[in-house]
T-cell receptor, first 112, second 114 residues
Framework: GESVGLHLPTLSVQEGDNSIINCAYS??????FIWYKQESGKGPQFIID?????DKRQGQRVTVLLNKTVKHLSLQIAATQPGDSAVYFC???????????FGTGTRLTVIP | GAGVSQSPRYKVTKRGQDVALRCDPI?????LYWYRQALGQGPEFLTY????????KSGLPNDRFSAERPEGSISTLTIQRTEQRDSAMYRC????????????FGPGTRLTVT
């Protein structure tokens, strides 16, 4: 079956620095990926998505990069702020379906 | 506008009892999903509806779990004869559908089986 995982379970960055959160996926047929942010006690919140026909997509302070050759996804957060502290999940769309498969998550801590 | 809502937010039940968890998706969202999330883990897919049709229930752990969405809006996830291992956060999400896959999650129902 599909599996999605993250390289690092925790990441600490200084306020104002850029953050990079990485994710590996195993299903080369997955065609859609999402990054979610989950703050304590809340549901996952959509950050940015990317389809497999793209290799980069930018949002407000966030960029997602997709490398299909090595099945790697990354989320870059520019000028990280204390409000960015949360657990970040990558998820891939199951083959032929709309359900998402989530990885374990990376906890980002921003140090003021 | 209102987001996805779920009720109850917390449910404590005794082993062997049945529970019903409710999800009210964003108005107009065609697709509705149920997930289960263990502490420190990502949501785990349970089942998915398009309108009132249950399109995929491959993630339901066993036949004690069922879900319905009779009018294509509100959905209920029912767990019969609850067991302690059913304790988890149950999350609902909805999406616009029609090829739009962005899912919006609700606050979840924390189920504790004693």
């Amino acid at each position: 079956g599909e599996s999605v995982g993250l390289h690092l379970p925790t990441l600490s960055v200084q306020e104002g620095d850029n953050s990079i959160i990485n994710c590996a996926y195993s299903n080369s047929a997955s065609d859609y990926f999402i990054w979610y942010k989950q703050e304590s006690g809340k549901g996952p919140q959509f950050i940015i998505d990317i389809r497999s026909n793209m290799d980069k997509r930018q949002g407000q302070r966030v960029t997602v990069l997709l490398n299909k050759t090595v099945k790697h996804l990354s989320l870059q957060i520019a000028a990280t702020q204390p409000g960015d502290s949360a657990v970040y999940f990558c998820a891939e769309r199951g083959t032929g379906a709309n359900n998402l498969f989530f990885g374990t998550g990376t906890r980002l801590t921003v140090i003021p | 506008g209102a987001g996805v809502s779920q009720s109850p937010r917390y449910k404590v039940t005794k082993r062997g009892q049945d529970v019903a968890l409710r999800c009210d998706p964003i108005s107009g969202h065609v697709s509705l999903y149920w997930y289960r999330q263990a502490l420190g883990q990502g949501p785990e897919f349970l089942t998915y509806f398009n309108y009132e049709a249950q399109q995929d229930k491959s993630g339901l752990p066993n036949d004690r779990f069922s879900a319905e969405r009779p009018e294509g809006s509100i959905s209920t996830l029912t767990i019969q004869r609850t067991e302690q291992r059913d304790s988890a956060m149950y999350r609902c999400a909805s999406s616009l559908g029609g090829g739009v896959y962005e899912q919006y999650f609700g606050p979840g129902t924390r189920l504790t089986v004693t």
